[in-house]
């Protein structure tokens, strides 16, 4: 795969099995998973089969999650981007694109979610011309689901899942079509 954006801060390219270190250093982090399962990564070799399945997507569906790269230190603060659902049902829906991201707790509260959002928000429905793009959120999350408010997504519903916890189904029309 050999996409990468840019914003004013960031770049966003795939994720590679160097970032492995990173991306456990991030999954690794309770705070990270508060409104993730609460299943913290534990080893290093969980990081690289995350990897290794999202290149994997690359192949099979042109797109995935990307590094999420802070230009000026050239750090590593997460992944951010456009996924096709289709390994599992959400809210009732499978074979759809889903917006998400996760950062490293260093760095939230910086804009770089909203940043990268726009980017990729951009580039699904100009580039990709995505129709319909979906993003779910805990409840709970507020900076997450301000974010989602913020760039435009409409919430639509809360909905449970297998374990009772309640999450938020957000929905963006493509203004393009």
Do not use: C
Not at 22 to 28: H, L, P, S, V
Not at 44 to 55: D, G, H, N, T
Not at 73 to 96: A, L
Not at 152 to 174: A, C, R, S, T
């Amino acid at each position: 795969m050999n996409l990468q954006l840019e914003t004013n801060r960031l770049l966003l390219r795939p994720l590679e099995l160097t970032d492995a270190a990173a991306m456990f250093t991030m999954d690794n982090n309770p705070n990270v998973h508060q409104y993730l399962w609460q299943k913290p990564t534990q080893t290093i070799e969980e990081s690289l089969k995350i990897i290794e399945f999202v290149q994997a997507q690359y192949q099979k569906n042109g797109i995935g999650r990307f590094a999420t790269i802070l230009k000026e230190t050239n750090e590593f603060i997460g992944w951010t981007g456009i996924k096709y659902i289709d390994d599992h049902i959400e809210n009732g829906n499978t074979n759809f694109y889903d917006y998400g991201y996760r950062l490293n707790e260093n760095f939230w509260n910086k804009g770089y979610a909203t940043e990268a959002s726009v980017a990729w928000l951009e580039y699904g429905f100009k580039q990709m011309n995505i129709k319909t793009m979906n993003a779910y959120t805990h409840s709970e999350n507020e900076a997450s689901n301000h974010i989602l408010q913020k760039i435009g997504f409409q919430f639509l519903e809360d909905y449970p899942d297998e374990e009772k916890v309640i999450w938020k189904w957000w929905q963006m029309k493509n203004s393009n079509q």
